[in-house]
Structure formats: structure tokens, C-alpha cells
């Protein structure tokens, strides 16, 4: 029986990769907001300072009595604002942008409510200018709403004061509470508007961030699509060499047998049993010719291919040796070496087992050679367990890291210069060993060893009717 669910050897790294995103992206939003704030906090100082300090015309038109003491005030409440403006060019500023501005904003309205004192208290025109900053604050000025309505309870509490505390007292009560519902409007209406303001940029920030994670998306979607495109194109043109190649081997095996035919009688020439050197050289050409022979047998071994039907039985130690003559060049230098119990027989496509040994047998000793690790070795095991025949492949190369485990079926994973592979081969290889019911895993530590660990059916283990789905494996190895 094959799993009907497909493995998604990815699934927990997609699921890290959510958590990660999401705290980033909350990360970001906090760094843009507390520079958006910083930013505006300043620019609004500056524009405080100016309207305080131009406020000398109005009271030159409305108290031109109060003038000279109205701008000596003007002057220590500009200095407090810009005190602030200066904290804010600080570490602690920029930490506390919140805090500095509301400190600051204090300046201006204690200076209003001081005026509203020493002129007609609850009738002093000046309560107009503790609204306007209040509004201001809400609409404009870089606080929150919690911010806006503790600086509207500070400037209502300040209003009350100057009034409250004047030589006579409140004497219109009437138009006390008149102001007073005014600046609680006022306060009322500037909260919300915070309130409001502050969820939109959030959800503003939240769009943005999700159209640039949709971009990345779908960047990464067509580069995948190109890749996935390209190795589509190279499947064709394999099929369409395959289709060749299953006339050409044909045709290159007949002079083949023809030529080893004649050796033979060659061979058995008087001539070449009495010439040593002649007999040497017929049998050199013998073994050159057996070679070729053995290339044709390889080769027909991939044109030669079924699509969708009921697995073959094979000998898994046959499979191995087409593998290992294939990595032949990427194998020089290093010891193979075979720990196969039995001539075991197994059930499926042979090609496509020989595929997936020729990509654990050509990674591991891509890995053996670029860490030129001294006295290489790959050892192939293959162990009855059952139904199942257990086959391990084996190197002491340098490893893989721990954070690279999860990933390594992963389609489009690689840790490859670019244009030195796609990063598919692994996963080619899982999607064969499942077809097959079987699973494919991997072990290692680093800088000591790496396993690859797979199992088949066995044709002698009660598998008689498999079918093995081969539809999908003309994959290009990456």
C-alpha cells in the first residue's frame, strides 16, 4: 500500500517561516511608527515655537496693555519648547518620543491658561487658543489617544486653575460652564479622531506589508515557474532523446555483438595462441568492446521506459552497479565500499532507483571533494527488514547543519554556488522512494558523517502486485 497523503517535508519550515514573519513585519511597524513620530514631533516643535512667538501681535491687538509681560512669557515658553525639541535630537528622546512630545506640548497651554489668569479668567479670549491646541494635538501632533485625553483632562485642569485661583474668584458661572463643555468637545472629538487615526495607519502599515509579502510571493512564484518552465523544456528534449536513443542503442549493439563474435574467433586463432603480444591486444579490444557493451545496457536502462504499469522485479545489486558506473568519474579517488546482505530482489522501476542512486552516490561525493576530506568513503548498505529492503548510503564528508535538515527535500533548495544545480535532486529522489511506498530520510553530524536512509519492496516479501507510478520521474536531477 502507497500513502495517499503526499509528505510535505517543508511543512515546519513554512510554519517558522509564518511566526518569523509576523514578529518581523510587528518589529518593522513599531521602527516606522517611532519614525514617523520622531519626525513629525520635531517639525511640530519647530512650528510651535513660531506661532508662540507671533502670538505678540494678537495680544497687541486684543490686551495691548498685558504686551511687554505676554512676550517675556512667549519667550520662556518657546525656550521650553525647544528644550524639548533638543531632548528629542537625544538617545532618550528617540526611545520616548510619546513622553518628550506631551512634556513639551505642556509649555504652550500652561502659558494660555496663565494669560486667561492675569486678564478676565472665564471671560478671557484666550480660551480659544487652549481648544485650537487641542485639536491640534489630536489631528496633527504625533501622540496617542490615550496621550490626547490626559493632555485634554491637563488643559481643562489648567483652565480651571487660572480661572479658580484669580483675586475674585469665578464670577459668570454660566459661561464657566459654557467653556468648559467647549474644551470637553474639544477633548471628545480629538480622542476619537486619534483613536481612529492610529488603527487606519495600523491597518495601512498591515496592507502595505501584506502587497510587499504578495510581491515577494509572487517574484519568487515566477522565478519558479522560469525554473520549473526550463526544467519542463529539458524533460522534453530527454524524451525526444530517449525515443532516439532507444533506435541508436539498438543499432549500436548489433556491430557490437559482431565485433565480440569475431574476437572470440580471433582469439582462438592459431596465429593469437602462439603470438602473446597479438593475444594481448585482441584481449584489450575485447574489453574495450565489453565496455561499450556495458554503456548500451546502461543506456537502454533509461531509453527504454514504462509509463504507468506494474512494477518489475530486479536485482538491487544490478541497479547499484549501472549507479556506481555512472559516478564512475565523480567517484575517482574515493572507496566504495558494499555491505549487501543476499542477492535481494525488489519490485519497481529500476531506472528510477538507479536515478536516486546516482544523485545520493554523485552528492555525497561532491560533498567528499569539496571539503577534501582526507581518506573519503561512501559505503552503500542494503538490509531485508521485512517486506522492505532497508538501503543506506553513506559518507564521512563534513556534514550538514542542523538548520539545513528540515529543508534538503525541499523542491528548490540548495546550498550550491548559483548555476551549479536547481536544487531538485533530493526532492526528485523523495518523490521516487514515496512512488515506491517507501520514505526517504537523512541524518548527520557535522563535520563527521551524512546518511541517507531509503526503503523498497521486495519481490520475494509478498509485493506481487505493485503498481509503480513513473509518470512524473523525467525530472532533470539537479
Partial sequence: MYPSTPIDPGAAARANGAAVHAMAARGSYARELSGFH??????????????VLLGVVLDFAVYPEQMARFAMVRVVASLGVLAGLGMLYTAFGRRHVHAVTFVWLTFPQWMIAWMIHVTQGEASLFYAGLILTIFAVGTLFPVGYLYTLGFGALTLLAYWTACATRPDGVTDHAQMLFHTTIILFAVA??????????????QMFALKEELARKNDELARTNRDLADIKGQLMQQEKMAALGTLSAGLLHEVNNPVNFCL???????????????????????????????????????KTFAYRKENGEGAAFPFARALDTAVRFVGHETKGIALRRDIAGAALVLGDEAAIVGV?????????????GAGTPAP?????????GERLRVTVRDNGPGIEAGHLDRVFEPFFTTR????GLGLGLSVCYSVVQRHGGHLAVESRQGEWTRFTFDLPRADGGHRRHRIDTSHHQEKQA
Fill in 377 to 385: 568513503e561512501i559505503v552503500i548498505g542494503a538490509h531485508e527488514g
Fill in 417 to 420: 554556488e548559483v548555476g551549479q
Fill in 261 to 299: 563474435l569475431a574476437i572470440d574467433v580471433a582469439l582462438e586463432d592459431p596465429v593469437a595462441q602462439d603470438s602473446p603480444a597479438l593475444r594481448e591486444c585482441l584481449d584489450d579490444a575485447r574489453q574495450g568492446m565489453q565496455r561499450v557493451q556495458y554503456i548500451v545496457s546502461d543506456l
Fill in 38 to 51: 520622531l519626525m513629525q514631533s520635531r517639525a511640530c516643535a519647530v512650528t510651535v515655537i513660531v506661532l
Fill in 357 to 369: 542512486l546516482i544523485n545520493l552516490l554523485g552528492n555525497a561525493a561532491l560533498a567528499l571533494r
Fill in 189 to 202: 472629538g480629538s480622542t476619537v479622531y486619534t483613536f481612529y487615526n492610529e488603527r487606519g495607519r495600523r
